[in-house]
Nanobody, 114 residues
Framework: QVRLVESGGGLVQPGGSLRLSCIVSGTAVWATTMGWYRQAPGKQRELVATILRGDTTNYADSVKGRFTISRDNARNTLNLQMNSLKPDDTAVYYC????????WGQGTQVTVSS
């Protein structure tokens, strides 16, 4: 059974950093496309970043240069390093394993506020 569990969210001031982790079980984190998505209140869920099986990464324009997606194959974990955070980054962040069907984690709240 595939399971994704996110952690690392919290409250941070503008300009600060957070590192999100997604522990993956039931499937290998390197074996397919993995991604981070977010959903702010009243908005649709949106793509933040993806990492393909061959380690190619893609980012939303709004986070390029500030966020970094990575995999730790030994720990079967997907990570998202978030720097220079802005209030607009406030959202619930979700980890996703691509596929048919896709699998989602339960989400972790990130709040950027002074």
């Amino acid at each position: 059974q595939v399971r994704l569990v996110e952690s690392g969210g919290g409250l941070v001031q503008p300009g600060g950093s957070l590192r999100l982790s997604c522990i993956v079980s039931g499937t290998a984190v390197w074996a397919t496309t993995m991604g981070w998505y977010r959903q702010a209140p009243g908005k649709q869920r949106e793509l933040v970043a993806t990492i393909l099986r061959g380690d190619t990464t893609n980012y939303a324009d709004s986070v390029k240069g500030r966020f970094t997606i990575s995999r730790d194959n030994a720990r079967n974990t997907l990570n998202l390093q978030m720097n220079s955070l802005k209030p607009d980054d406030t959202a619930v962040y979700y980890c996703k394993r691509a596929g048919t069907p896709p699998f989602w984690g339960q989400g972790t709240q990130v709040t950027v506020s002074s």
